[in-house]
């Protein structure tokens, strides 16, 4: 499957992760933990242009308030269709 997907393919089947403000309790750990420095340490925000989506914000929030939302299920479907037009030939490594 990955062999498939166009390279970013993250930021092209999900948003940017947002923060449930009213679950989180601004512990700082996803501005630690972002390897991009894109959230900001006031708002909690994360900025777009920045964020690579690789969801360690999300992933170890303690109170799991980041949330990631995925684009339209046809979005992704068209564009996985469109990426398996050409047949491959399996290769056999030994």
Do not use: H, W
Not at 72 to 84: A, G, H, Q, W
């Amino acid at each position: 499957m990955a062999k498939i997907l166009p390279k970013n393919s993250a930021r092209i089947f999900t948003k940017t992760p947002f923060a449930d403000m009213k679950i989180c309790n601004k512990c700082g750990v996803c501005i630690k933990l972002c390897p991009m420095k894109a959230i900001n340490k006031d708002t909690l925000d994360i900025n777009e242009d920045k964020c690579i989506r690789c969801f360690s914000c999300v992933k170890r929030c303690p109170k799991k308030a980041r949330k990631i939302v995925y684009k339209p299920k046809f979005l992704v479907s068209k564009i996985l269709t469109i990426k398996n037009k050409n047949a491959k030939i399996p290769q056999i490594y030994i």
